[in-house]
C-alpha cells in the first residue's frame, strides 16, 4: 500500500468566511406547533390510518415519548438544486429533521436562509433524504427526473416532489436505512433475531425506483474464484450498506464477520440476470416434506417487521430463545389477513447464498419432527421462483393467544400462488479491500463512519473511506477504463485521520489529524495546515502544552471519544451526546491522565469532527458544541491565472503539474492573503521563480507590486498583529525552514528548489541582491523544477495568449500575459516570437529588453515539444490568410482551454473556405491538436460525435446556414458574438444577415435567437392570445353587468377588430343571439280589444316571440365555439333563457305563467338543453379541466339539470369528457334523468370518437335491447336515449366497418312495432339514427366492406327506400321480433315512411364520394309523373343529396348544375292537356333544388368559394321573392314548403361562408330573424341561427372541413327536417343539431407582432396544390385571414416587404401549422427596420419615402434624426439617435461627429442589419485614433485588416445578385482611404526606421514604434525578413515578395521604400 505520495513542509493557508453554524430548521421547528400536542391530536385517526396492526405499532411508540427527552436531531446539506432560485447564485439547502417535522430550507452566503417546504408527519421520522427518480416519459426512453423528499417513518416512507406530487408508500418490512441512488431508493431490511435463525437467508437490501412502484429486492453479482460470478439475492444479513452515490452509480458495503469494505457497481438489472434468478433451481430437502411456503415467509418477514417497533419495550415479540424458529410462530390470524391485503409481489431469494459464519443449524428432520402439527404439509408446490425455506415452527400459545396452531397454517397454505417479484436492479462487485493486511484490533469494528468521493488537481478521482476506530482515511484510487463503462481501482493509501470531508469545487479534501490541527489534501497529496483564525490560539497551546504530558500524541482526541461518536454515526438515538459516554467500553489506557487533558481541552475549544461539506464551504464541529462553518478558498479568483494553471496542468506531467499547483496554492492562499489584483503579479514571480529565474535580477518583476512578503510563515504572523502571542510563536519562527534559508544566503546553502525566493547562483555568491546590475544577463537556476519544461510551458501560454486575444473582454489579460511570454521568448532565443509580441503591443514590449542567459548545451536538455515551431501562430494572420483564400496550415490548438480559437478557426473553414466537412470529417486540416501532459483524446471523439449528430439536422446545403446551425450546437450565443473582436466576427455576422432573410422551420430556439428572429422563438413557445375584455367597438347601451350574461364575451375583440375591421358585424350577431334579456312585445291595442283580450294577445305575442328565443342557443353555441379557458376555481358560467317580455310604452313584464293562454308543457326543456350546450361549448379543447371540477358544476337545483345534461354533451363534443371518471358517469345514469342521460351517452361517444373503445360500448349497449343479448332483462329505456345511444355507437365505431355493429344496425332501420306498443311512438327518429349511425361505420368504405357480402347491405338499404316484402330476420334480432303489433298493421311490407330517410343517408355516407354512378342512379328522382306521386318531396330532397354527395367530383358551383339535378320531365313545359298536379310539381322541384344546393354546400364547406356562393345567393333570393309572392298566384307551394327550402339553402350558403362572417349572409339572416309568426315555427328559427352561428363559427376563428367524418356531423347535424315545436324529436333528435362542432377546425392565421404581442396585419402569399380543376396557383390574402382547407395548399408563406419573409412548407411541416392554428393561429411575424406596420401605414408611403429618400444620393442628408421612429421601432436604434445623432449647444465643435453617427444610424437601418452599428462606430474609432495617434497597440489595425479582407475577398468575388450583404456601403472606402493618408505619410517622413527594421536592427527610442508596427500589421508583412533587402527593381521585388505572400495592393504602396533609394525606379502609379 503507497504512502502519501507527496509532502508540502511547513506551510499554512487561511480558511476564509468563519460563521457560527446553527441548523436553520431548528430555529423555525422552535415555532413549530409540531411537538407532543400533534402526536396526541393524530392519536385518534390512527387506528384508520393504516392496518391495526400499524396503529398499534404507533400507539406503544407514542407511550415512550416523554416531554423531558430530548428531540433527536438531524440535518444534511447540499449544493443548492430546486430551480427556486433563477439568479445563478450559489446557495445551499438544509435539510432538517426533529421529531415529526421535517424541514426544507434553502438559503445563500449573501441572502438569509427562507424555508422552502416544511412537512409534518404522523410518527418520528427515522430518516429524510433527498432522492431524484428517473420516471420514464414514453416509449422512446427518455427519461424525466423527479426530485423528491423522502421521509422514512415506521413501517412507511412519505414521498413528496417538488412538482407538488405526494405519495405514501407503505413498507413491507422495517427498514434500518434509506440510500438514494441514481434509480430511486435503496432500502436496508433491519436485520432481527429471527434472522439467522432458520437455514436460509432472506433478501436484505431492496429497491424503490418509483414511489408508487412495489419494493423489489435487489441482487448482486459478487466476483471471485470460490464464488463463480453467479447472480443471486442480496441477502447476507452480515453486510451493511455505507455510502451510495449516484454519479457514478456505486455502493460501497462493510461485511461485520470479515471487517472489509466492497465497492459495487448498480446497475438495472440486464434480462439474462433476471431470467437466471427467478429460474433458480430448488435445491431438494432432506427431509421428505418439502416446503416451498412463500406465503409462510411472507408473513414471516411481514409479521416481524410489524412487531418489531423502533426502540420499543418489545411487548409483542416472543422471546427468541424460547422460540429457536420463527417463519409461522408469529403469523396469527388476524395478522396474515391484515398483512395480506397489500402483498402484491413477493419477496424471494435464492438458495445459493453462502451463509458466512453460522452456527450449524438443526437438520430438517429435526427441525420438522419438532414443528407443532407434523400431519399438515402443505402440498409441494412448483419450486421455480419460490423461497426454498425450511419450515420451523414452534408452539406460539406462551406468545400468543391464538384458537388453534393449525389455523395459522390452514390459512397460509391455502393463499393462492402468487407471482414473483421481479428485481430492478443489480450491484455487481468491483473491488473489494484484502481482509486482515490493515493489521487492525480484531475486536475493534474498521467500519467506515463516513465514505466520499474526491479528486485532485490533476483529476485523479479517489474513493476515501474513514475508519474512525482505526483514526484512518483509506483512498482507493479510481481509473476509469477507456470506454468509460467500468472503474479500475488502484492502489490504496493509508492517511492518519481523526475526520475528513471533501471539498467538492476546489478539488480537495479537508482533513482533521488526531492532534486536532486542519490539513487540506488535494487526493492523497498534502497541501497545507489550514489556520483558523479563531481556533489559533488554542491549537497552538493545546500543542505546545501537550509536551508536558506524558499522554501519547495519538490519542488528544481518544479512542473513547473516537468510537462513541462512531457509534452514535450508526445510532443517533442511542447515544445523544459525545461527553455522556466519556466512560465508554473503549476506555482503556491512560485513563486518569486523559481525563485532566480533557478537562483541559473543555475550556479551550478544539475541533472535534467535520460535517456538511458544500463547494468548499465545511462545518467544524468544536468540542464545546457549538459549530463554525468554514470556506476554504480557491485556487486562484483571477480568470487569468486560473486559464494559465489550466495550460500549465495540461501540458505537464502529473507529478510536476501537482506540485507547481499545490506550490501556488500555499502561496496565493497564505494568511492574511492578497487582493485580485496583485494576484497576477504574485503568479509570474512564482511561476519564474520555479523556472530558475531570479525575479529579483529583473527589473519588470522586480517592480511588480504585491501587499505581502512572499515567505508563508511570515505572512500568517503578519496578518494578524494583533493575536495574543507566545514564546512558542517565536520559537516556531526561529525553527522555521525561511529563517535558515534568511541565516544560510552567504553560504548559499541550497535552498528547496521549490521555494519562492530562488537563491542566487554561484556566480553572484555573497553579493547582495539590491547590488547586482540589472543589465547582466543572469543565467537561470538549471535544477529549478520547472527549467526542463519551459519551451513546452512557453508554448501552451502563447496559445493562451492567441486564445485571449479572440476575446474583447480578456483583452487587458493578454496585455498582462505579452510581459511574460516576450520574457521567456527572449531567453529562448525564438526572435520570431518577440517580434510577434512587439507589433502587438510596441509600446509596452519595447521598454522591456532585459534576457537572462541559458547554456546553450542546456537548451538541448530541455524538452523541444514538436509543436514548438519557429514561425509562431498568430491566429489573426491565419484567419486573414483565409479570407484571402491563401491556402493555410492547420492552427494548433489546447483541447479544452482554446475554445475559441477552435470555434472560429472552424467557421471560417467551413464559411470562407466553403468546406462542407470542416466541422465533421476535415477538422485535422484546420486545427493542429496538442496532445500532452494528462488528457485523454475524449474531448476530440466528444466533438466529433457532436458535429455528426448535428450534420443531420441541417435542411439546407447553404453554408450560411451550416455554419449557424453547428455554431448554435457548440453553445455559441449572441452574447458571445458580442466579445468576439468586430474584424473577426464580421464573416459570422455576414451568415447570420443571410440566413434571417428564410430561416427554416424546424431550426432550434437557438438558431433562431442567434439570427435575431424572435418570431420563430416566441412560436416555438406555443403561447395562445390572451383574452382582452377590452372591445375594440363595444355597443355603447349595454353596461358590464349586462354584458357579463349573454355569454358571449369571450370572443377575441382584437381579433374579429382586425378581421371585420369596418363595421360592428360582431356586436350585432351577439344583438341577434342573445336569450338573457327579456324580448320586446309590442302589440297595438285597438279599440274595439278589450283589456283581457289585449293581455292575452300579449302573451300570444309573447309565445311567437318564445319560438325565436328558444331556437338561439344553438347558434350561439357554434358562435361562441372554444373561445373560453374556464377557471378550476368557479363555475362555468350559463346565460339565463329568459322567456320574459317587456311591452312598450311602461315596459311592463309580460310573463307566459299568468295561466291566461295555453302554453305546452316541458315547453323549455330542450332549450334548456341546448342553452347548456351552448355554455359547454365555449371551454377550448385545451383548457385545464378534470373529473372534479366536472362534478363541482353540478346544480343542486333541479329546475338546472337540463341545462347541465347540455353542459356534459358540450364537454364530450370538446374532448374534455375523457377525464370523467366511471363512478361519476354511473351516478349520472343511476339518477335515471332523461336528458343526462342523452347529454351523457352523445358526449362520452363523441369524445370517444372512431376509437371503439370497449368501455364506451357497454355503456351505450345497455341501453340499446338490439345489443343485449337475446335472454337478457328487458329493460324499459326511453325511447330518446335509445336513439342517442344508437348515434353513439355510429360514433364511436365510424369508420371502422365493424361487422357485428353493421349487422345489429342494418335491421334496427327496420325493426318492426313491438306487441306491447313498443317502439311505436316516434319510430322515425330511431330509424333515421340507426341509418345514421349504419352510414358513420361504414363511413366512405363504398364497395370495399369487407367480409360483409353476405349481409347485402346496399341491396337490403335500397329495399328499405323504396318499398318492399320484408326479409326474414337473422340472427340474434329474431326472438325479438316474432309477434306483431297489435296497434300498427305493417303486414309483412316495409314501412317507407319510417325507413327510408335512414336508408337513404346510410348509402349516401357509405358510397360518400366514392362516385359510385350505379348506386348513385339508383337515387336519380323518377321521370314519370306517375311515380313522382308515389315519392314524399321531403325523399326527393334527401335522394338528391345522397346522390349528389356520392358522386363528389361532378358537383359544380353554377346553377345549371343545380338545375340539372331536376328531371327533365318537370323542366318541361307542360301541355295543358295532360292532367298534372301542379302541387307536385313545384313542391318536387323545390325539394330537389334544396336537395342540390344542400350538397354543393356540403362539397365547398368551409371554402369561401364565390362561385358556390353567388350561385347559392341566386336560390336564396328566388325563394324569398316566392315567399313574398306567397298566395298571390293561383298554384303556389305552401309557406311550409318554401321555408324549409329556404332554411336548407340558407344553411348551404352558411357552410361554405363559415367562419368569414358574411355580410350578405348575415342581412339574409337578420332578415329571418324577424320574421315570427305565421307558420314561421320553432325549427325554422333553430336552422336560422344555426346558420348565423355558422357564419361566425368560433367567432370567426373556425370553419367547416370537408373530410368524410365531417360530412358524416354535418348530415347529422343539418337533417333537413327541423322540429315543428320545442318537444318535438319525430323524425329527428334535437340534441344531434349540435354535431356541427365535429366538422369544425381552427383555419384562421392571426399574425402578432413579436415585439408588442399584439395582433396586427401581414401580407400572406397562399400556394395551392396543382388538381384536376386547376394548376398550381398563388393568391395574396391579408391577414388575419381564414386559410383554405390545409390538404389543398403547398405551402403559406409571409411576404414582405415590411415584415421578415416566414415560409411553411406543407409538405414537410404540415403538423406545425396545425399546431399553430390550434393555438388560436397565432403565428409571430417580426417587422422589419424602416417598415411599419400596416395599421399604422396602411399604404405604405411612409416607408416608401424612405426607400425613396434611399435612392437619392443626398440620402443622409436628407435624413432628419427625428423621422427615425418613422423607420424603426427598435428601442436600441431610437436611444442612440436621441443620445448620439442629436446636436445641442455645447457640441458644436463635434458636429461632424454627429453628422457621422447619423449617416451610420441611416446606413443600418435602411439595410436592415441594425447590429452592425457598433462595427460601424469602432471602425470610425480606430482611424480616429489613428490619425490622432494614439494608437498603442496594433490590435484594431488587424481588425481593420480582417475588414477589408473579406470586402475584397467575399463580397467583390460574389455574384452582383447576392452582394446586398452588411458592407455595401461607401463608408469603408472612406474609412480606408483616411487610413492609408495617414500611414503612407508616416511612412515616407520615417523610412529610415523602416529600413533599419527590415535590416533586424535595433530601433532607436524616438521612432514611433505603434506606427511601425502598425504599418507591419496593415500592409501584411512577414515577421522579421531580410527576404525583401537589396531589391533593384520592381521585377525582383515582385518575384521575392511572391514567396511571403503579401497582396499586391499592399506591396505597390510599400515599393517606394522598399526599393533603394538610388535606382531611381519609378512605381507604376496605384488604382
Not at 270 to 278: D, G
Not at 1284 to 1303: F, K, N
Request: aromatic content about 8%.
Amino acid at each position: 500500500m503507497s504512502e502519501v505520495v507527496y509532502e508540502e513542509t511547513a506551510t499554512m493557508i487561511a480558511a476564509g468566511e468563519l460563521q457560527s453554524f446553527v441548523p436553520f430548521g431548528r430555529d423555525h421547528c422552535r415555532n413549530h406547533p409540531n411537538a407532543f400536542n400533534l402526536q396526541l391530536r393524530e392519536l385518534q385517526p390512527a387506528s384508520e390510518l393504516w392496518s391495526s396492526d400499524c396503529a398499534a405499532g404507533l400507539v406503544g411508540s407514542l407511550q415512550e415519548v416523554s416531554l423531558q427527552e430530548k428531540e433527536k436531531e438531524s440535518w444534511q446539506l447540499r449544493k443548492g438544486a430546486v430551480d427556486a432560485l433563477e439568479q445563478d447564485v450559489e446557495f445551499e439547502e438544509e435539510l432538517y429533521t426533529a421529531g415529526n417535522v421535517v424541514v426544507w430550507s434553502q438559503g445563500s452566503g449573501t441572502q438569509s436562509s427562507n424555508v422552502y417546504k416544511a412537512f409534518t408527519v404522523d410518527s418520528p421520522v427515522e430518516q429524510a433524504l433527498w432522492c431524484d427518480f428517473a420516471v420514464p416519459q414514453n416509449k422512446n426512453e427518455e427519461e424525466k427526473v423527479e426530485h423528491t423528499v423522502c421521509i422514512v417513518q415506521n413501517g412507511c416512507v412519505n414521498i413528496h416532489s417538488v412538482t407538488g406530487k405526494d405519495f405514501l408508500s407503505p413498507l413491507p418490512f422495517q427498514v434500518s436505512k434509506v440510500w438514494p441512488t441514481k434509480f430511486g431508493l435503496m432500502l436496508e431490511r433491519k436485520i432481527t433475531a429471527a434472522d439467522g435463525q432458520h437455514g436460509e437467508s432472506l433478501p436484505t437490501v431492496f429497491s424503490m425506483l418509483h414511489p408508487i412502484d412495489e419494493v423489489a429486492p435487489v441482487v448482486c453479482k459478487p466476483t471471485g474464484s470460490f464464488e463463480g460470478s453467479r447472480v443471486e439475492y442480496m441477502s447476507d444479513s452480515m453486510m451493511k450498506i455505507v455510502f451510495t452515490c449516484c454519479q457514478p452509480s456505486i455502493v460501497v458495503s462493510y461485511d461485520t464477520v470479515q471487517g472489509t469494505h466492497t465497492v459495487w457497481s448498480l446497475r438495472k438489472v440486464t434480462h439474462e440476470e433476471r431470467s437466471t434468478v427467478l429460474r433458480c433451481p430448488a435445491e431438494p430437502f432432506s427431509g421428505p416434506l418439502g416446503f416451498l411456503a412463500t406465503d409462510f415467509l411472507m408473513s414471516h418477514l411481514r409479521n416481524y417487521s410489524r412487531l418489531d417497533s423502533p426502540g420499543g419495550s418489545k411487548p409483542a415479540r416472543f422471546n427468541p430463545a424460547a422460540a429457536p424458529s420463527g417463519a409461522v410462530a408469529a403469523s396469527s390470524p388476524l395478522h396474515y389477513s391484515t398483512l395480506h391485503k397489500h402483498q402484491c409481489r413477493i419477496l424471494m431469494s435464492s438458495p445459493g447464498i453462502h451463509s458466512r459464519i453460522h452456527s450449524p443449524g438443526i437438520s430438517n428432520m429435526a427441525a420438522l419432527s419438532r414443528a407443532h402439527s407434523p400431519g399438515m404439509a402443505a402440498p409441494s408446490l412448483s419450486g421455480v421462483s419460490r423461497f426454498n425455506t425450511t419450515l420451523h415452527s414452534s408452539s406460539p400459545r406462551g406468545d400468543h393467544a391464538m384458537d388453534s396452531p393449525n389455523s395459522t397454517l390452514n390459512e397460509t397454505t391455502l393463499v393462492p400462488e402468487l407471482q414473483p417479484i421481479i428485481p430492478d436492479l443489480c450491484m455487481e462487485q468491483l473491488w473489494s479491500e484484502t481482509a486482515g493486511t490493515h493489521g487492525l484490533d480484531r475486536e475493534m469494528s474498521s467500519q467506515a463512519s463516513k465514505v466520499f468521493l474526491t479528486s485532485d488537481l490533476c483529476e485523479n478521482r479517489f474513493l476515501c473511506f474513514l475508519v474512525e476506530s482505526h483514526q484512518q482515511l483509506r483512498c482507493v484510487r479510481l481509473v476509469e477504463s477507456n470506454d468509460k463503462s467500468q472503474f479500475i481501482f488502484a492502489s490504496v493509501t493509508c492517511i492518519a485521520a481523526k475526520d475528513a470531508e471533501p471539498l467538492q469545487n476546489i478539488d480537495a479534501m479537508l482533513v482533521l489529524e488526531a492532534c486536532g490541527s486542519l490539513v487540506l489534501y488535494t487526493g492523497i497529496t498534502r497541501v497545507s495546515k489550514v489556520f483558523v483564525p479563531s481556533l489559533l490560539s488554542s491549537t497552538f497551546s493545546l500543542t505546545n502544552n501537550r509536551a508536558s504530558t506524558y499522554t501519547p500524541l495519538e490519542h488528544v482526541s481518544t479512542p473513547a471519544n473516537a468510537g462513541s461518536r462512531h457509534l452514535q454515526r450508526l445510532d443517533e438515538s442511542a447515544m445523544p451526546s459525545p461527553v455522556s459516554e466519556l466512560r465508554g467500553p473503549n476506555m482503556k489506557h491512560h485513563e486518569g491522565s486523559f481525563l485532566d487533558d480533557y478537562t483541559f481541552q473543555q475550556s479551550t475549544p478544539y475541533i472535534h469532527a467535520l460535517r456538511d461539506p458544500v463547494c468548499n464551504r465545511v462545518t467544524l464541529e468544536l468540542s464545546n458544541d457549538t459549530m463554525l462553518r468554514i470556506s476554504i478558498p480557491d485556487i486562484a479568483t483571477s480568470e487569468l491565472v486560473r486559464k494559465c494553471l489550466q495550460a500549465i496542468r495540461f501540458i505537464l506531467p502529473k507529478e510536476a503539474a501537482m506540485k507547481v499547483l499545490v506550490k501556488w496554492y500555499t502561496i496565493f492562499n497564505a494568511p492574511g492573503g492578497i487582493s485580485v489584483h496583485a494576484e497576477w503579479n504574485l503568479f509570474v514571480t512564482c511561476f519564474l521563480s520555479l523556472m530558475g529565474y531570479n525575479t529579483e535580477r529583473l527589473a519588470w518583476t522586480r517592480n511588480l507590486q504585491f501587499e505581502v512578503p512572499l515567505s508563508p510563515v511570515i505572512a500568517a504572523k503578519k496578518a494578524r498583529p494583533c493575536d495574543e502571542g507566545s514564546d512558542e510563536d517565536w520559537e516556531y519562527l526561529l525553527g522555521s525552514q525561511y529563517h535558515q534559508q534568511m541565516k544560510s544566503f552567504c553560504d548559499c546553502a541550497p535552498a528547496d528548489s521549490f521555494g519562492v525566493q530562488a537563491t542566487a547562483t554561484a556566480d553572484t555568491e555573497g553579493v547582495p541582491l539590491s547590488s547586482i546590475p540589472s543589465s547582466g544577463s543572469p543565467p537561470l537556476d538549471n535544477s529549478a523544477p520547472l527549467f526542463g519544461h519551459i519551451p513546452a510551458l512557453f508554448s501552451v501560454l502563447h496559445l493562451l495568449y492567441q486564445e485571449l486575444l479572440l476575446n474583447d473582454l480578456h483583452r487587458e489579460r493578454a496585455s498582462s500575459l505579452v510581459c511574460l511570454l516576450q520574457q521567456l521568448a527572449r531567453d529562448l532565443q525564438l526572435e520570431q516570437y518577440v517580434d510577434l509580441y512587439w507589433r502587438d503591443y510596441p509600446s509596452l514590449v519595447s521598454g522591456l529588453t532585459e534576457s537572462c542567459f541559458i547554456d546553450p548545451s542546456l537548451i538541448g536538455q530541455m524538452q523541444h515539444p514538436t509543436f514548438l515551431r519557429s514561425e509562431p501562430p498568430c491566429v489573426f494572420n491565419w484567419l486573414s490568410s483565409c479570407l484571402r483564400g491563401e491556402e493555410v496550415p492547420p492552427f494548433p490548438y489546447l483541447p479544452g482551454i482554446c475554445h475559441r480559437i477552435r470555434l472560429l478557426v472552424l467557421s471560417y473553414a467551413l464559411y470562407v473556405n466553403g468546406d462542407d466537412n470542416a466541422t465533421s470529417s476535415n477538422v485535422s486540416k484546420y486545427l493542429l491538436k496538442f496532445s500532452a501532459g494528462q488528457k485523454s483524446c475524449a474531448d476530440e471523439q466528444q466533438y466529433k460525435r457532436q458535429s455528426s449528430v448535428n450534420q443531420g439536422k441541417f435542411c439546407s446545403d447553404s453554408l450560411a446556414e451550416q455554419l449557424v446551425v453547428w455554431l448554435t450546437s457548440e453553445g455559441f450565443t449572441l452574447r458571445d458574438l458580442e466579445s468576439v473582436p468586430f474584424g473577426v466576427a464580421l464573416p459570422i455576422r455576414d451568415a447570420i444577415y443571410h440566413c434571417r432573410e428564410q430561416p427554416c422551420a424546424n431550426w432550434s430556439e437557438e438558431v433562431c435567437l442567434l439570427i435575431g428572429r424572435q418570431d420563430r422563438i416566441r412560436q416555438a413557445h406555443r403561447m395562445s392570445l390572451a383574452k382582452n375584455k377590452a372591445s375594440l367597438g363595444s355597443p355603447p347601451a349595454t353596461t358590464e353587468t349586462e354584458e357579463e350574461e349573454d355569454g358571449m364575451l369571450d370572443i377575441i375583440q382584437e381579433v374579429t377588430g382586425l378581421i371585420w375591421s369596418q363595421d360592428l358585424r360582431v356586436q350585432e350577431v351577439r344583438r341577434l343571439l342573445q336569450s338573457s334579456r327579456p324580448v320586446r312585445v309590442s302589440v297595438v291595442q285597438l279599440p274595439e280589444v278589450s283589456d283581457h283580450e289585449y293581455i292575452e294577445e300579449k302573451e300570444n305575442k309573447l309565445l311567437q316571440l318564445c319560438q325565436r328565443t328558444m331556437g338561439l342557443p344553438v347558434g350561439r353555441g357554434l358562435f361562441t365555439l372554444f373561445s373560453y379557458q374556464p377557471v378550476p376555481t368557479e363555475l362555468l358560467p350559463i346565460p339565463k333563457l329568459n322567456l320574459t317580455g317587456r311591452a312598450p310604452p311602461r315596459n311592463t313584464t309580460v310573463d307566459l305563467n299568468s295561466g291566461n293562454i295555453d302554453v305546452p308543457a316541458n315547453m323549455t326543456s330542450w332549450p334548456s338543453f341546448h342553452n347548456g350546450v351552448a355554455a359547454g361549448l365555449k371551454i377550448a379543447p385545451a383548457s385545464q379541466v378534470d373529473s372534479a371540477w366536472i362534478v363541482y358544476n353540478k346544480n343542486k337545483n333541479q329546475e338546472m339539470a337540463n341545462e347541465h345534461a347540455g353542459f356534459l354533451m358540450a364537454l364530450g363534443l370538446n374532448g374534455h369528457l375523457t377525464k370523467l371518471a366511471t363512478l361519476n358517469i354511473h351516478d349520472y345514469l343511476a339518477k335515471g334523468h332523461e336528458m343526462t342521460s342523452i347529454g351523457l351517452l352523445l358526449g362520452v361517444a363523441a369524445a370517444r370518437l372512431g376509437t371503439m373503445d370497449m368501455s364506451t360500448t357497454r355503456l351505450l349497449s345497455i341501453h340499446i335491447p338490439a345489443l343485449l343479448p337475446p335472454t337478457s332483462t328487458e329493460l324499459d329505456v326511453p325511447h330518446n336515449i335509445q336513439v342517442a345511444s344508437v348515434i353513439g355507437i355510429g360514433l364511436v365505431y365510424q369508420g371502422t366497418g365493424h361487422r357485428h355493429i353493421v349487422e345489429v344496425l342494418q335491421s334496427e332501420i327496420g325493426r318492426p312495432p313491438g306487441p306491447e306498443m313498443e317502439y311505436c311512438t316516434d319510430r322515425e327518429s330511431y330509424s333515421l339514427a340507426a341509418g345514421l349511425a349504419l352510414g358513420m361505420v361504414c363511413l366512405g368504405q363504398g364497395s370495399n366492406l369487407i367480409g360483409m357480402s353476405d349481409l347485402k347491405v346496399p341491396e337490403q338499404l335500397y329495399q328499405y327506400m323504396v318499398g318492399g316484402h320484408r326479409r326474414a330476420q337473422v340472427g340474434a334480432s329474431r326472438e325479438r321480433h316474432n309477434a306483431p303489433s297489435y296497434q300498427i298493421r305493417e303486414g309483412d311490407t316495409i314501412n317507407v315512411d319510417v325507413t327510408c330517410p335512414g336508408a337513404t343517408l346510410a348509402l349516401a355516407m357509405i358510397y360518400l364520394k366514392t362516385n359510385n354512378r350505379s348506386i348513385a342512379d339508383w337515387l336519380k328522382p323518377p321521370d314519370t309523373w306517375f311515380l313522382l306521386d308515389f315519392i314524399k318531396p321531403e325523399f326527393l330532397l334527401l335522394r338528391t343529396l345522397a346522390r349528389c354527395i356520392i358522386m363528389w367530383d361532378d358537383i359544380l358551383p353554377n346553377t345549371e348544375w343545380v338545375k340539372s339535378n331536376v328531371p327533365k320531365i318537370i323542366r318541361e313545359t307542360l301541355d295543358s292537356s295532360q292532367d298534372i298536379n301542379m302541387e307536385t310539381r313545384t313542391q318536387a322541384q323545390d325539394y330537389i333544388t334544396a336537395g342540390a344546393c344542400m350538397a354543393l354546400g356540403l362539397r365547398f364547406a368551409g371554402s369561401a368559394n364565390s362561385d358556390a356562393f353567388d350561385c347559392l345567393h341566386e336560390f336564396a333570393k328566388t325563394f324569398m321573392k316566392a315567399m313574398s309572392l306567397s298566395g298571390a298566384a293561383a298554384v303556389q307551394p305552401s309557406y311550409y314548403d318554401l321555408q324549409t327550402a329556404l332554411s336548407m339553402i340558407l344553411l348551404s350558403m352558411s357552410m361554405v361562408m363559415s367562419g368569414t362572417g358574411n355580410l350578405e349572409v348575415l342581412q339574409l339572416c337578420r332578415s329571418l330573424h324577424y320574421r315570427t309568426g305565421g307558420e314561421m315555427n320553432y325549427g325554422f328559427h333553430m336552422a336560422h341561427h344555426m346558420a348565423l352561428g355558422m357564419l361566425f363559427l368560433g367567432g370567426g376563428r373556425y370553419s367547416l372541413s370537408t373530410s368524410n367524418s365531417a360530412i358524416a356531423a354535418l348530415l347529422c347535424a343539418l337533417y333537413p327536417q327541423f322540429p315543428s315545436h320545442s318537444t318535438d324529436n319525430r323524425y329527428h333528435l334535437q340534441a344531434l343539431r349540435h354535431l356541427t362542432v365535429l366538422a369544425a377546425e381552427p383555419r384562421l392565421l392571426v399574425p402578432v407582432d413579436v415585439d408588442t404581442l399584439k395582433p396586427c396585419y401581414a401580407l400572406l402569399e397562399v400556394t395551392y396544390k396543382n388538381t384536376r380543376w386547376y394548376g398550381e396557383t398563388t393568391v395574396e390574402l391579408m391577414a388575419p385571414t381564414m386559410l383554405p382547407e390545409l390538404h389543398l395548399l403547398r405551402r403559406v408563406r409571409v411576404k414582405g416587404p415590411r415584415y421578415w419573409e416566414l415560409s411553411i412548407d406543407l409538405n414537410k411541416e404540415v403538423q406545425h401549422l396545425k399546431s399553430v392554428l390550434s393555438r388560436d393561429g397565432v403565428l409571430y411575424v417580426k417587422l422589419r427596420a424602416g417598415q411599419l406596420s400596416y395599421k399604422d401605414d396602411p399604404q405604405g408611403w411612409k416607408s416608401l419615402l424612405a426607400s425613396a429618400v434611399n435612392q437619392r444620393k443626398s440620402g443622409v442628408r436628407a435624413f432628419k434624426v427625428e423621422d427615425i421612429s418613422t423607420f424603426t421601432s427598435n428601442p436600441t436604434l431610437l436611444s442612440f439617435a436621441e443620445f448620439f445623432c442629436k446636436t445641442s449647444d455645447g457640441m458644436k465643435h463635434r458636429e461632424e461627429t454627429v453628422a457621422l453617427f447619423s449617416a451610420m444610424l441611416y446606413e443600418c437601418v435602411t439595410h436592415e442589419c441594425p447590429e452592425m452599428l457598433p462595427t460601424y462606430i469602432a471602425v470610425e474609432q480606430v482611424v480616429g485614433a489613428l490619425c490622432r495617434g494614439e494608437l498603442q497597440h496594433s490590435f484594431s489595425l488587424w481588425q481593420m485588416r480582417l475588414v477589408l479582407d473579406l470586402w475584397d475577398g467575399m463580397v467583390l468575388r460574389r455574384p452582383a445578385a447576392s452582394r446586398v450583404g452588411l458592407l455595401s456601403s461607401e463608408f469603408l472606402p472612406v474609412m480606408k482611404n483616411k487610413m492609408e493618408v495617414v500611414l503612407d505619410g508616416w511612412l515616407k517622413d520615417n523610412s529610415s526606421a523602416w529600413r533599419s527594421y527590415m535590416r533586424g536592427e535595433t530601433l532607436s527610442e524616438d521612432t514611433r514604434c505603434p506606427m511601425l508596427a502598425s504599418i507591419l500589421v496593415y500592409r501584411s508583412l512577414p515577421l522579421r525578413n531580410t527576404h525583401l533587402q537589396g531589391c533593384t527593381s520592381f521585377g525582383d521585388l515582385l518575384f521575392r515578395s511572391s514567396k511571403l505572400g503579401i497582396p499586391i495592393r499592399d506591396l505597390l504602396r510599400l515599393a517606394p521604400v522598399l526599393l533603394e533609394a538610388g535606382s531611381g525606379f519609378q512605381t507604376p502609379p496605384v488604382h
